[in-house]
């Protein structure tokens, strides 16, 4: 007796733990089921040498197969005959109809929960050679529109995001926002990537590269966001499951105070992009040189041209000097080393040593070849480099945000001595924010007053028209987007009236949160636009696909390395005459310099009339007004 109860507890146990293993083990214990239901009739049957009414008495074999087709349809038992025969084969049939319709509530209960499982986005990616995006956050659009633009080569690319927000709802603002993927598919996952088993959902063993976006803060009001990517960075580095190749990170850090930690978790693996810090610089440069935020723009992007870092082994044992003449179609702009450190614009008689890579820009590194024809240089036409001294400058910051900071800190290492720095806002916190200011020189000195900068009279009582270059900042600290953005094209439309009515024009450098609001704000015409997330977007896409690139735009915006400069064309070669690149090229050589580009403002120009790594053999005539775009270190 106890032996049964025992064998009635084990029965019962494995059954339980059948149920809760899932549909697949239950389907396991209905096919048993069945089976015991099938082979018991047939051997009752066989046994008694029970026959239908008029028949003979069936076979255990055949006797089975009679049972199975009335347990699977229990239509078949109308035309039993016989009780006995009857009686069997109803309490088979009865049998039969518990069986299946379970069976049927099993697998609809299955099905519906697996479509469940899918519609959360809760099952494993299998895919290879993909995109991860972790986090959500505005700039997410623009990063899947240039990795879109960057696939379009690529056969079958993929790209999988995984953040905590509901996957139908990614999935839909993703189709309405990004309505053109091309062959690109887009995997939405539901999850938390700081988590290491979700992490696994999106296959990060087999991806080729990994973009760890800074998330919108009301994802966690009660984790600062930095330290959710730095968590995010720590999980796919030391996940014991991890491949032993190494991932190639790009990851968004706000926080300039934050890096160090982001570096110590993701070592030689991550790169960073410091989102302020990368905003701040550009627009620090832009505003000292008109048109310049086109120049990173174009650099940046994939649909044009871009920066890759390339084996180039013809020009090992050649100086960097001559190597600049080597490309037609494409721009040399610097070194890599094997250790993977980076200098743009070296001394030109550095010698590429076997091992170095060169940092080049070209529309596609397939289009990377050394040039065959014959370099022409028309040595008259180039002109001896004119000494032009540093002047005071009075530049006016309108709004404040947490970058103001750092715009403050990069002008006063670039202005000249007796520089001013001129700031309205009306933050509460204004007086604090100012005396915290960390400035690097005595060049610059600092004035505030606490203003309605979207108020045309107190605009008109700054004096705006005597400052050389005028910023305007979003209140991105205090609001969202959209009224930031409000606020900024208020600001411009009163600036524009005050220039028409001084009849001057005035160097205004403005940032937009949301790129779509660009639009609206060139009718202000103000000379730049740095669109903040839009420069985010960016960097990380580019960074996810070029190890180097944060490397490279750390040294492109430090004032101790080389930096972008946008110079007359007269100050390099004869105006009125036809001359080709490869002349420029030399002359911006003569001086240390590497030619990029130029800038020939024209009606209905595109991009401004920007063109950066034009074809080195084409002719070209230059009129006064037009600039050279060159790398140089001062």
């Given at each position: 007796?106890?032996k ?20 697949v ?39 089975s ?59 494993q990616?299998?895919?290879n050679d993909?995109?991860?995006i ?19 080569s ?25 309505p ?27 991806a ?23 968590k ?37 693996e ?25 120049v ?15 084996e ?38 550095t ?12 529309e ?9 024809n ?39 290492r ?17 007086d ?32 705006i ?28 439309l ?19 949160i ?27 896409a ?17 004032e101790?390395?080389?930096e ?36 020939r403002?024209?009606p ?31």
């Amino acid at each position: 007796m106890a032996k049964r109860n025992s064998l009635g507890a084990r029965l019962r146990y494995e059954f339980d733990k059948s149920m809760s293993a899932g549909p697949v083990a239950l389907i396991g214990w209905l096919a048993i089921l069945s089976l015991l239901v099938i082979l018991v009739a047939g051997a009752i049957i066989t046994l008694l040498r029970i026959a239908p009414e008029g028949g003979e008495v069936p076979g255990f074999i055949e006797a089975s197969w009679e049972a199975l087709m009335r347990t699977l349809d229990s239509g078949t038992m109308g035309g039993d005959a016989g009780w006995g025969f009857r009686i069997v084969m109803l309490a088979v049939t009865i049998g039969g109809i518990f069986i299946v319709s379970t069976l049927i509530g099993v697998l609809s209960t299955g099905i519906e929960s697996k479509l469940d499982e899918l519609r959360k986005g809760r099952s494993q990616v299998l895919e290879n050679d993909h995109t991860i995006i972790l986090n959500w956050s505005p700039s997410i659009f623009d990063i899947i529109g240039e990795l879109v633009v960057a696939n379009k080569s690529r056969k079958k690319p993929r790209i999988v995001i995984m953040s905590t927000r509901d996957k139908v709802e990614m999935e839909d603002e993703i189709a309405a926002k990004v309505p053109n993927l091309g062959n690109t598919r887009i995997i939405c996952r539901h999850g938390d990537p700081t988590d290491l088993y979700d992490l696994t959902l999106t296959s990060p063993q087999t991806a080729r590269s990994i973009i760890v976006l800074s998330p919108e803060q009301g994802e966690d009001e009660t984790d600062d966001v930095d330290s959710r990517v730095i968590k995010t960075i720590l999980a796919l580095v030391n996940d014991p499951r991890r491949r032993a190749a190494p991932y190639r990170i790009a990851a968004e850090i706000r926080h300039a105070a934050n890096a160090d930690v982001a570096r110590v978790v993701g070592g030689k693996e991550v790169q960073l992009v410091l989102a302020d810090d990368l905003i701040a610089r550009i627009v620090v440069h832009s505003s000292r040189q008109s048109g310049l935020s086109a120049v990173y723009s174009e650099l940046l992007d994939f649909d044009g041209c871009e920066i890759y870092t390339l084996e180039q082994p013809d020009l090992a044992g050649n100086v960097f000097g001559d190597s600049l003449m080597a490309y037609e179609s494409s721009t040399l702009i610097g070194l890599c080393a094997p250790d993977g450190s980076v200098t743009l614009n070296p001394p030109m008689d550095t010698v590429i040593l076997p091992g170095t890579k060169a940092i080049i820009i070209a529309e596609d590194d397939a289009a990377v070849r050394i040039a065959t024809n014959n370099i022409s240089v028309d040595i008259a036409a180039i002109r001896a480099a004119e000494h032009r001294p540093a002047l005071p400058e009075r530049t006016l910051i309108l709004g404040w945000n947490r970058r103001a900071k750092i715009i403050a800190y990069e002008l006063s290492r670039y202005v000249a001595p007796g520089s001013v720095l001129a700031i309205a806002a009306d933050t509460p916190d204004l007086d604090a924010e100012v005396a915290a200011l960390s400035i690097a020189s005595d060049n610059l000195s600092v004035a505030y007053g606490k203003v309605d900068t979207t108020s045309r009279t107190a605009l008109e009582g700054l004096d705006i028209p005597s400052y050389d270059h005028v910023l305007v900042l979003g209140y991105s600290d205090h609001m969202a987007a959209q009224p930031t953005d409000t606020r900024t094209l208020v600001t411009l439309l009163h600036l524009r009236k005050i220039a028409d009515a001084a009849g001057i024009h005035i160097n205004v450098v403005s940032e937009m949160i949301d790129v779509r609001n660009r639009e609206l704000a060139e009718v202000t015409r103000a000379d730049d636009f740095v669109v903040s997330n839009k420069l985010v977007s960016l960097m990380l896409a580019q960074a996810s696909e070029n190890d180097s690139l944060a490397a490279i735009f750390d040294d492109l915006l430090d004032e101790e390395g080389s930096e972008i400069y946008m110079r007359p064309a007269e100050d390099y070669v004869a105006l009125g005459a036809p001359v080709n690149f490869y002349t420029i090229t030399q002359a911006a050589r003569d001086r240390g310099e590497v030619a990029m580009g130029y800038h020939r403002p024209r009606p209905g120009a595109v991009a401004g009339g920007i063109v950066v790594n034009p074809i080195k053999s084409k002719a070209m005539d230059y009129v006064a007004g037009d600039r050279l775009i060159v790398l140089a270190r001062d």
